[in-house]
């Protein structure tokens, strides 16, 4: 039994693929909203990125690749972490997937520190308090 129109348009992406299709470095690229140098780069960092590679080295990424890929952009531009630290964070979970609640607060934007900084920010505001 096939899809009904609604159900075929649903599953496609707005580049019109479907969620499972493969893609290649420029419609990623552009759907992460980061040039291609960067993908290529990240590959050099993250052995957990690898792409399907065709003649002539032509990159094919997977979903699994794009979810990686994502996880990997979110954590460095909107979390703040370093390449060292989503390397770290891939080691210990190499889909980049995991969502227990020490990964929740470790990607918070803050880190492993969470606890740390909120501590000393609450100390802040008692003295910022005492003062005139």
């Known amino acids: 039994m096939g899809l009904s129109p609604e159900q075929q348009t649903s599953s496609k992406r707005r580049n019109g693929k479907s969620a499972s299709a493969f893609r290649t470095i420029s419609e990623v690229a552009k759907e992460l909203g980061l040039p291609q140098h960067v993908l290529r780069f990240w590959e050099s960092k993250f052995p957990q990125i690898k792409p399907m590679k065709r003649g002539g080295g032509r990159r094919y990424y997977r979903p699994e690749d794009l979810k990686l890929l994502t996880r990997v952009r979110d954590l460095l531009y909107n979390d703040g972490y370093t390449i060292k630290g989503v390397q770290k964070l891939l080691k210990d979970d190499p889909t980049g997937t995991a969502d227990s ?12 520190y969470r606890k740390k900084i909120e501590a000393v920010l609450t100390e802040l505001e008692d003295i910022r308090k005492l003062l005139p």
């Open 101 to 112: 609640d020490e990964n929740s607060a470790a990607t918070s934007g803050v880190g492993p």
